[in-house]
């Protein structure tokens, strides 16, 4: 069986995709054939240094993985900025926008030129309906990286309080 001319583009395009998202620790947990698969679901952004990412407010229903690059987030209170953190490489960002759809609750600013690999809620669903296994897999990897920044964000607050 021969591929038409697009139909190889495209498989092209998703390997590149998938060799740049292999090379991250966010991937580490799924096999080449789960990498490939997931990379059809991404939209991938070019962020310039300086950049803004997302915005706080914005009800953008989208993951973000970050494959090159950092970011850092900012929450603007009272008219102050204040860098929470930055996030590089293998990190993401707005998974509980992914899954609840409520407003990014800061702002990210790319601190270098940075590659973004974006899942939306509708790749994602797209996804879980083409392959179930899969799909699951990644909304695990969501919900633990939730789970670990609550229970780190626990623990600074009650260093706080203490």
Not at 116 to 132: C, Q
Request: net charge positive; charged share 30%; glycine share 6%.
């Amino acid at each position: 069986m021969t591929m038409e001319p697009d139909e190889r583009v495209t498989q092209e395009k998703y390997a590149k995709y998938a060799q740049i998202l292999e090379k991250t620790k966010w991937a580490s947990e799924f096999s080449w054939d789960h990498i490939c698969k997931l990379c059809q679901y991404i939209d991938p952004v070019m962020a310039k240094k300086g950049a803004v990412v997302f915005k706080e407010g914005n009800k953008d229903k989208s993951l973000g993985i970050i494959v090159k690059g950092s970011i850092d987030i900012i929450k603007q209170q009272d008219g102050k900025k204040s860098l929470i953190t930055t996030l590089r490489s293998s990190q993401t960002f707005g998974e509980m926008a992914l899954l609840d759809g409520e407003p990014r609750s800061a702002t990210g600013v790319s601190t270098e030129d940075t590659i973004i690999f974006f899942i939306s809620e509708k790749n994602l669903l797209a996804l879980t309906d083409d392959d179930p296994t899969l799909g699951f897999k990644l909304v695990w990897k969501i919900a633990r990286l939730v789970s670990q920044r609550l229970r780190k964000t626990t623990g600074m607050l009650v260093d706080y309080m203490g």
